[in-house]
């Protein structure tokens, strides 16, 4: 499978991110402050990356892959 399917994705990072905007002070009392903003960077950078927009601003795909076309896919399609 070739396919990154944002779902799941979308649902950790979020989950990941609200905690830690919830529980800031016990992620910094036991010392993984640091490391979960990287988390939180990494999944955010990757969505930034793979979403695609036209000139209009509207989305185009946010799933890449091999072997997988969105709906949204065959419409980038059309306006090249």
């Keep these: 499978d070739h396919v990154k399917f944002g ?3 979308t649902y950790a990072g979020s989950l990941v991110s609200w905690g830690y905007y919830e529980f800031r ?3 910094e009392a036991i ?3 640091a490391h979960t903003e ?3 960077r990494h999944f955010c950078d990757y969505f930034m990356r793979c979403t695609f927009r036209n000139e ?3 989305v185009l ?3 890449t892959g091999l072997g997988y076309r ?3 896919e ?3 399609d059309s306006l090249q």
């Design 7 to 9: 779902v799941p994705e």
């Design 31 to 33: 010392g993984e402050a």
């Design 70 to 72: 969105t709906k949204n």
């Design 38 to 40: 990287t988390i939180i």
């Design 61 to 63: 795909a946010t799933m």
């Design 25 to 27: 002070q016990a992620y």
């Design 74 to 76: 065959f419409e980038f």
């Design 56 to 58: 209009a601003g509207d």
